[in-house]
């Protein structure tokens, strides 16, 4: 079992910037995949980032690559997000998510993930 617990999110003016990070508690965090997604409201929740479970490897939502930097840190139990250059569309409950190591290649599926935080609020607004 892997206890996800979400922090950092807030309200930040467009262009600022924010991190989140998101501390887990159990076993074996460093061999899982961990990712977040992200639900704006009325939306589908989506997929924002990915990392490897030794960070050799990362994957970004497209449309985020640039802007957005997924790291880890497996001696602390924490992954983190830093999303720079934040707009009113960034706007979303941002979760954190768990998947065995073995799940790589699906880790922009959000079904490929076994455990999830109960999420982050980030409001860009002005």
């Known amino acids: 079992q892997v206890q996800l617990v979400e922090s950092g999110g807030g309200l930040v003016q467009p262009g600022g910037s924010l991190r989140l990070s998101c501390a887990a508690s159990?076993?074996?965090?460093?061999?899982?995949?961990m990712g977040w997604f992200r639900q704006a409201p009325g939306k589908e929740r989506e997929f924002v980032a990915a990392?490897?479970?030794?960070?050799?490897?990362?994957t970004y939502a497209d449309s985020l690559r640039g802007r957005y930097t997924i790291s880890r840190d497996n001696t602390k139990n924490t992954v983190y997000l830093r999303m720079d250059s934040l707009k009113p569309e960034d706007t979303a409950v941002y979760y954190c998510?768990?998947?065995?190591?073995?799940?790589?290649?699906?880790?922009?599926?959000?079904?490929?993930?076994?455990?999830w935080g109960q999420g982050t609020p980030v409001t860009v607004s002005s």
């Open positions: 998510a768990a998947a065995d190591t073995s799940r790589w290649y699906r880790e922009q599926n959000d079904d490929a993930y076994d455990y």
């Open positions: 159990g076993h074996s965090f460093s061999s899982y995949v």
């Open positions: 990392i490897s479970w030794g960070s050799r490897r990362t």
